[in-house]
């Protein structure tokens, strides 16, 4: 990026009662209901939702590859619609199914990208030396040839080459393993200490709370947006952790109970949120009453994934 | 200019490091055009033919050996029996079936005329037509000369006879090979510019890729000129493979200028390559590209006046040739390598050719789009 003809933007995303149809008259599908939020320059924005919920459309739209069929959003303080040339110039986007060239090495990969953003890798290479360092050993490899996680690397640094004011990454962690997503994440804390605002969408709630602020969105509408602490704080219920040797059954007859608004698996245990007034010995009794003897039953404080199961079940 | 260097640089790589590519491009027309050319022979041989004699005498047996030793005809079996023959027919051993009578020698000498019986199996239509005409004009041939060794000489020949001698101009030896090849070479050249090229375009879409340099300030012009530019170079790259083929397996030199040939192919390249680039906007797979492509490609070929003559197709087909941009050029290839037309006869072609381009490309990048 050259520093003469840089129009100065805030770093920050704003969108404004975004729609998105897809479809012709009849069928129509609304991706998008009129969304709106908005992420302040260098931080680190998560938009949490399942599949289908309108995360790479919404991305689209502000990478400017879609049309939004109302509302308006800015990138770096540049209009989606009207300004998509300079944005174009200011932002990375890495989209969720890998997209580079895979008949090409790693090193062609990114000299590409740097060169037709009239860029060199020289220039920026501080920005992603942390990355590229990781897959350079492989320099002269294919990148169709590349495991999950090293893709996932090279695409951050064809995304990073520019040194892009907001970065745009669409489901970077899915079906990537578990350590390759932690040393995912640790790679975007340090890109936030550089001042680069940072978009991510996840389907994986975990995640969540290695954002500063996440966007709840399900069926095209947000839930919610808050800190991962503010989404713990705001959850009010009860919630208890039960256990037994049936579990199959278990869940069926917590689902059952009348005291509870809502039971799912989580990990070893179910997850019971209670009704109001309902305690932990209602659920105790109700349990024995249906025959469980080896049942184990404890109080606990929600995690983030309870408080977005709670959302998205619009129990709260 | 740098980003369209790299562009065009990422391309190269790309097809020189695809050895599947590689291979259809270099492999492709040698294969073609040693193959074809003997194909396309409009020319019947090897004719199954049924007689039937009933007379034995010297005559019809002059006259079978000289429909066998024409080099049309095989004779397939010679019987007594018509109903033999007809079986050979029904067996699909036979094209033809001759029937000479009986007293045909006799009734020839006395009466001076005689008749033969000839059946056709039309299946094969064109060959079924064209074996009858052979062996017609063989008869004639035949009667000519029974005919003359009956005129007493040094007597006046009453008949007064027309003869016509004919002279082939452009193509002497009638060689249809020189027809052919130069044909054949246009739609490999075709097949290049505009299929390869769209296939790769819409692979970009398939693969993803596309959505990638769509988020970069890559201009649309030269993202476009990256993916034309190759193609354009291996489309000149085939016919110079093809006219050296040519030359060195068929000894077809072009009677006219190389320059013109490969001035025309320049601009009809910048046409098809439009095309390809159209087709790549409307679809989204390379499955739905190669289908559209071969669908086309079948349209152009049967209607280009490669097999057969335009002249004699039904006049709402002949505006669909005059649409059909492989016409032009399999016409110019034709004059330039036949005739040795110069640049002045092809001109109306290449002005054609211009608009074919403008408006091709012209459609194709309003309907490119970068964002939807």
Redesign the interface.
């Known amino acids: 990026m050259k520093a003469g003809n840089y129009i100065p933007g805030n770093g920050g995303v704003t969108v404004n009662n975004i729609v998105k149809k897809y479809g012709a008259k009849k069928e129509t599908i609304q991706a998008l209901r009129g969304v709106s939020f908005e992420v302040n320059r260098g931080e680190l924005f998560g938009i949490i939702g399942p599949d289908g919920a309108g995360k790479t459309s919404l991305f689209r739209i502000l990478?400017?590859?879609?049309?939004p069929d109302g509302g308006s959003a800015a990138v770096d303080g540049l209009d989606v619609v009207k300004d998509?040339?300079e944005i174009?110039?200011r932002?990375g986007?890495m989209?969720g199914?890998?997209?580079?060239?895979?008949?090409?090495t790693v090193a062609?990969n990114l000299e590409?990208?740097a060169?037709?953003?009239?860029t060199s890798i020289e220039e920026n290479y501080e920005l992603v030396k942390d990355i590229y360092s990781q897959i350079e050993p492989f320099k002269d490899r294919r990148a169709g040839k590349l495991s999950g996680g090293m893709k996932q690397k090279l695409a951050l640094s064809?995304a990073l080459i520019h040194r892009p004011s907001v970065l745009f990454l669409d489901e970077p962690t899915t079906g990537v393993d578990a350590v390759s997503r932690k040393e995912f994440w640790d790679m975007l804390g340090r890109l936030k200490m550089q001042g680069i605002t940072i978009l991510v969408s996840t389907p994986y709630m975990d995640e969540a709370s290695l954002c500063d602020r996440v966007a709840l969105i399900q069926n095209g509408e947000i839930l919610a947006i808050n800190t991962p602490q503010g989404v713990i704080d705001s959850f009010d219920k009860t919630l208890l952790a039960v256990k037994s040797r049936r579990m199959l059954p278990l869940l069926e007859d917590l689902k059952a109970f009348e005291g509870a608004e809502d039971a799912y698996p989580f990990g070893e245990y179910h997850h019971v949120v209670l009704r109001p007034g309902i305690t932990d010995t209602h659920a105790m009794s109700y349990l024995s009453q249906k025959g469980y003897e080896d049942v184990q039953v404890q109080l606990i404080t929600p995690n983030i994934e309870d408080c977005f199961m709670a959302r998205m079940a619009k129990i709260y | 200019m740098r980003t369209l260097k790299f562009l065009l640089q990422k391309e190269f790589r790309q097809i020189f490091r695809d050895p599947a590519i590689i291979r259809i491009i270099f492999v492709m027309p040698v294969i073609q055009l040693m193959l074809l050319p003997w194909a396309a022979d409009y020319e019947i041989k090897n004719i199954q033919l049924s007689v039937v004699d009933h007379d034995h005498s010297d005559y019809s047996r002059q006259l079978v050996s000289k429909l066998t030793a024409s080099g049309y005809f095989q004779l397939e079996n010679y019987t007594g029996s018509f109903d033999k023959a007809m079986e050979s027919v029904e067996h699909e051993r036979a094209d033809l079936i001759l029937e000479v009578p009986h007293h045909f020698e006799r009734t020839l000498v006395k009466e001076n005329e005689s008749t033969l019986f000839m059946a056709v199996n039309a299946i094969n239509g064109v060959k079924a037509n064209l074996g009858a005409a052979y062996l017609r004009s063989i008869i004639q041939d035949f009667n000519r000369e029974v005919r003359l060794e009956w005129i007493q000489f040094p007597r006046f020949n009453p008949e007064t006879q027309i003869e016509v001698t004919a002279s082939n101009w452009f193509n002497p030896g009638l060689n249809y090979k020189y027809f052919m090849v130069p044909g054949i070479l246009v739609i490999l050249v075709t097949m290049v510019g505009a299929f390869l090229a769209s296939l790769n375009i819409v692979r970009e879409k398939e693969i993803g890729t596309i959505e990638q340099i769509n988020v970069t300030p890559v201009k649309k012009h030269h993202f476009i000129l990256g993916k034309l530019i190759p193609f354009w170079v291996l489309g000149l790259v085939i016919l110079t493979i093809g006219l050296g083929l040519a030359y060195a397996v068929y000894g077809i030199a072009p009677a006219g200028s190389m320059l013109v040939i490969y001035g025309f192919a320049a601009v009809y390249l910048l046409a098809v390559l439009g095309l390809g680039l159209l087709i790549s906007t409307y679809t989204s797979n390379q499955q739905q590209a190669m289908l559209l492509s071969f669908f086309m490609m079948m349209v152009f070929i049967l209607l280009s006046g490669l097999y057969t003559s335009i002249d004699s197709m039904p006049e709402w087909a002949q505006y669909i040739t005059k649409i059909n941009p492989v016409t032009y050029f399999i016409e110019v290839m034709r004059m330039v390598v036949l005739k040795g037309s110069g640049f002045r006869d092809i001109l109306p072609h290449i002005m054609i050719m211009l608009g074919f381009a403008a408006i091709l490309n012209t459609w194709a990048v309003i309907n490119y789009k970068k964002r939807s």
Not at chain 1, 97 to 104: E, I, K, P
Not at chain 1, 115 to 118: D, G, K, Q, Y
């Open positions: 990478t400017t590859l879609l049309l998509f040339k174009r110039k932002v986007y989209p199914r890998f997209s580079l060239y895979q008949d090409l062609e590409f990208f060169t037709i953003f009239n064809c």
